[in-house]
């Protein structure tokens, strides 16, 4: 099937739910409620999509779904028949026409090597039954990811089953890939996530050793992947982040959004124990992050901690930077500062942290300061609230951490 031909499987006749209202309303907007329809990414795979928007409201509002777990669409740009999903902080878009039920159009992440797929979807006005019996699948995997020179195998994946739902996750040691969800008809699974910031497609077919088959990431070509039962106890392994000197304080230096410079050698860091979330509005895992931080901030700032958090953005333009920053603080309502450093650029990303941190790959990664200025712990990558008791675990971690330098 080529592309054309996967868009066209998604105009059949039993995916119009709303003939009737798009012909006697041709012209207006449905109202608000679900979308659901799929992404053609690579190999003509298709990228089941979820959503639901608020197309009548001004301004218009939305969000995507994966199972239970809602990601907010940060702005929505309505004009006509033209609809544009904006992911500033990631640097991508959905932009088509609304047709009657139905929105159609490419979705692209703006890169130096930038890459784009089609989509379609429909407004319905209940969600689709599910019939499929799912068998249980619940359980930890060891993943291996077959790439043309190496296996890694420093990844997990958490599986559970219920009826004919299957939700999940991989978690590699810098962080989860969010909530999956689908379904598994006896012979292959399919879990998919679509947030905006992220489009996965896990297509797995069941051997007597575990599950086999192919990761999809937006438009990029298939990684050959296999799931192999393990103990619940695995963990994912990798490099550990620490201090070149242990016995050197970490520097930092950022702008605020409203243009104010701040530094390490401020007054309000001197004496005081610190948190600090290295962090760029493009991570999913650092939006995850966030409640958490803000948590620990309210819980303990009339002890004098402080929480900063050290944005390494796509680009280096300060405006666009401002935009993505202030979009995210006020998606988590986060009262700490979030100071912009720079782009993503190796020169930048090495001259303000891999001078001063070994093996530093992961966004986020949190570093635990005590009052004397020594680094007392630090923590790579997050794991999201799909990752259940890891997640669990995580926060607890947290808390011990700060304990620890209070």
């Known amino acids: 099937m080529t592309r054309h031909g996967a868009l066209d499987f998604l105009k059949r006749p039993f995916w119009i739910l709303g003939v009737v209202f798009a012909a006697s309303c041709a012209d207006a907007p449905p109202p608000p409620g679900a979308w659901a329809g799929h992404a053609a990414i690579a190999d003509d795979q298709l990228l089941p999509i979820s959503a639901h928007l608020n197309l009548v ?203 104010d410079s701040v530094t390490s050698e401020d007054p309000q860091f001197q004496g005081n124990p610190i948190v600090i979330d290295v962090m760029g509005t493009w991570c999913h895992n650092c939006l995850d992050a966030a409640p958490l931080l803000e948590k620990v901030w309210e819980d303990h700032r009339d002890k004098g901690l402080q929480v900063v958090s050290l944005s390494f953005e796509i680009t280096e333009d300060f405006e666009a930077a401002r935009k993505n920053i202030g979009l995210f603080a006020k998606r988590f309502n986060t009262s700490f500062p979030v100071l912009f450093c720079g782009s993503l650029a190796e020169e930048n990303v090495d001259a303000r942290l891999r001078s001063q941190l070994e093996d530093f790959f992961s966004y986020p990664t949190t570093l635990f300061i005590d009052r004397t200025g020594k680094v007392i712990d630090i923590h790579t990558g997050f794991n999201g609230p799909g990752t259940g008791t890891r997640f669990e675990e995580q926060v607890r971690r947290f808390e011990e951490a700060v304990g620890r330098i209070l």
């Open 57 to 259: 409201h001004d301004p218009p509002s939305g969000y995507f779904l994966v199972g239970n777990e809602r990601t907010e669409i940060p702005e929505i740009v309505f004009t006509g028949d033209s609809l544009r999903l904006v992911f500033a902080e990631y640097g991508a878009e959905m932009a088509g026409r609304v047709t009657g039920d139905r929105f159609a159009g490419k979705y692209t992440r703006f890169r130096t090597d930038t890459t784009s797929f089609p989509f379609v979807l429909f407004w319905e006005p209940e969600p689709p039954a599910q019939s499929v019996e799912a068998r249980r699948l619940s359980g930890t995997y060891q993943v291996y990811f077959h790439y043309p020179d190496r296996i890694d195998s420093s990844s997990v994946a958490v599986l559970t089953s219920a009826d004919d739902e299957v939700a999940g996750t991989i978690i590699h040691p810098s962080g989860d890939y969010g909530l999956l969800e689908g379904h598994f008809d006896g012979t292959r699974l399919h879990l998919a996530r679509f947030t905006g910031w992220q489009a996965i497609l896990l297509d797995l077919e069941a051997t007597t050793a575990g599950l086999e088959g192919n990761l999809y990431l937006r438009a990029e070509p298939p990684i050959p992947i296999t799931f192999r039962p393990a103990p619940e106890e695995a963990r994912e392994h990798g490099a550990i982040t620490r201090m070149r000197d242990p016995n050197v304080p970490f520097r930092f230096a950022g702008v605020t959004i409203e243009g």
